[in-house]
């Protein structure tokens, strides 16, 4: 009695089972928030999709981000990252499982943020992107500063205005947003974007650049903690002061940044100097510089005066020097003669030894070498000329060879060209028309002298002109074409027989 109620039940296939707990399932539920920590994430799958679960101390629950979802939810999952996940409840038949397909994701509480804050933190910290080494200093008066900030807020108002009072500047503001969706990434590409510009392009590159927001909560300044944001500043090769913020308020770019600024009216002050006090300080020192060089030339002066009372008069100096040329003039007289006598002495001596016999001694010598060498120049003359002789007969014979092979050569080019030529004509008399005339044919012409083939072309009454062999012909046709000619059978060529000769027998 109790088994025949089952058997009136219903026959479900699977694939139906299955498809009716799914509608009931999104019927009954449809969009929730559920809060869990992240388990089993291991990055995006090779579709592009997410799978993972949430739990807590009693339960866990399959979840799934597709993948035009994954590129727009502002927080991305990472393991054990307690989160609250809005989206819809479904099941997922292949595995008799339900799930959860998120839309939205986001940290449960400031307790998750602040975890996954520091875990970021140090994730950059170990690659050395907060390293002291990897700052730039910042120009001490830049011509142009790049502003990285919301343009409606009152951040980029006060940093003009502090900069108007402290020394006027060329300001560049590149607008994005400061939070939510997207903020990240428009801050990012304004950070790349300054840097990509030209030396000298038409928009000026600028010297230094302030990424600047007013304060909040942490979730509103979370984009310039995304990691995206932090490595664009990290390589930027334009000095960049962030300023994120009160003074309270730390951000992941404060660490990367070349200088952190409390707030923006702080990075507008450590950008530019004061104005007022470059010029008074400037001021002071031509002032300086003024008195310290009439110190130096009072002093000069004083020391001039005491080195010329030290120094003895002319008449002092010139004493001992008028003295000594008083003596030499004495001697000058005295030195002359004797300096005289001696080399009338030497002259004296040689001219005792210049007899005319030593004279005629060395003329001889001389004639002599010169008689020598003239016998050497006339045999070298000779020898000369023969050599020269030899080598002009040498050069006749050669000469005459090559004349001789010229010659030959000449003969021989001479017989090829009139072999070609004559070849040429017999070619020339083969192919001319004249030949076929000679053969009894002859040429038709119309009345402009074109050549006329076919009968189709000849109409009644044109006057002809038919070349013959031995001349032309006028002629008037009297019909034109009535028809076309039957075609003439074509005798096939009688196989010609091989010669006895060509015969190689049977080799069988």
């Not at 809060?35 to 990055?43: K, L, N």
């Not at 008069?313 to 003295?323: F, I, K, M, S, T």
């Not at 006598?341 to 070498?369: D, G, K, N, Y």
Request: charged fraction near 25%; charge should be positive; hydrophobic fraction near 45%.
């Amino acid at each position: 009695m109790t088994e025949q109620p089952r058997v009136n039940i219903p026959e479900w296939s699977v694939s139906e089972l299955s498809a009716a707990l799914k509608r009931t399932v999104e019927d009954a539920y449809g969009y929730v928030r559920v809060r869990g920590e992240i388990s089993g994430y291991r990055g995006p799958h090779s579709s592009g999709h997410c799978y993972f679960s949430l739990k807590d101390e009693g339960a866990r629950i399959d979840a799934v981000i597709w993948k035009g979802v994954f590129g727009r939810i502002r927080f991305k999952p990472e393991e054990g990252l307690e989160v609250i996940a809005t989206g819809r409840l479904t099941t997922y038949p292949g595995k008799s499982s339900y799930q959860i397909v998120i839309d939205r994701l986001e940290p449960a509480g400031i307790g998750a943020l602040m975890a996954l804050l520091e875990e970021r933190k140090k994730k950059l910290a170990a690659e050395g992107l907060f390293d002291e080494a990897r700052k730039q200093l910042l120009p001490w008066l830049p011509d142009v500063i790049g502003v990285v900030t919301s343009p409606t807020g009152a951040v980029i108002r006060d940093i003009l205005h502090r900069l108007s009072d402290r020394f006027p500047r060329h300001v560049i503001v590149w607008p994005v947003r400061v939070q939510g969706e997207g903020s990240a990434e428009e801050v990012a590409a304004a950070i790349r974007g300054f840097n990509e510009l030209p030396e000298r392009g038409a928009i000026a590159r600028p010297d230094l650049l302030i990424v600047a927001r007013g304060g909040g909560s942490i979730e509103d300044l979370w984009s310039f903690n995304e990691e995206i944001v932090v490595r664009a500043a990290a390589d930027s090769m334009i000095p960049l002061i962030s300023a994120v913020g009160h003074e309270t308020d730390v951000t992941l770019i404060d660490f990367v940044a070349d200088r952190r600024a409390p707030t923006p009216t702080a990075a507008a002050e450590m950008a530019v100097p004061v104005r007022a006090e470059l010029i008074t300080r400037i001021d002071g020192l031509a002032r300086r510089t003024l008195a310290c060089w009439s110190r130096g030339q009072d002093h000069r002066r004083t020391e001039l005066r005491a080195a010329t009372r030290a120094l003895p008069g002319a008449d002092a100096l010139l004493a001992v020097p008028r003295q000594r040329l008083d003596a030499c003039s004495d001697r000058l007289p005295r030195a002359l003669r004797a300096n005289a006598q001696v080399h009338h002495t030497a002259f004296s001596r040689i001219a005792a030894r210049m007899t005319p016999q030593l004279l005629h001694v060395q003329v001889e010598r001389r004639r002599a070498r010169f008689a020598a060498a003239a016998g050497l120049l006339a045999a070298g003359l000779r020898h000369n000329a023969e050599a020269q002789r030899t080598r002009i007969a040498r050069a006749r014979d050669r000469l005459g060879t090559l004349m001789t092979r010229a010659e030959r050569a000449l003969f021989t080019l001479i017989d090829r060209r009139a072999d070609r030529l004559e070849r040429a004509g017999t070619l020339l008399d083969a192919l001319s028309y004249h030949g076929v005339l000679a053969r009894g044919f002859a040429l038709v012409r119309g009345p402009q002298g074109q050549p006329l083939r076919t009968a189709a072309a000849v109409a009644a009454g044109m006057r002809l002109d038919v070349e013959f062999q031995d001349g032309h012909v006028g002629a008037i046709a009297e019909t034109g074409a009535t028809g076309q000619r039957e075609p003439v059978a074509m005798r096939r060529p009688r196989p010609r027989r091989r010669a006895a000769s060509d015969d190689q027998g049977n080799l069988f």
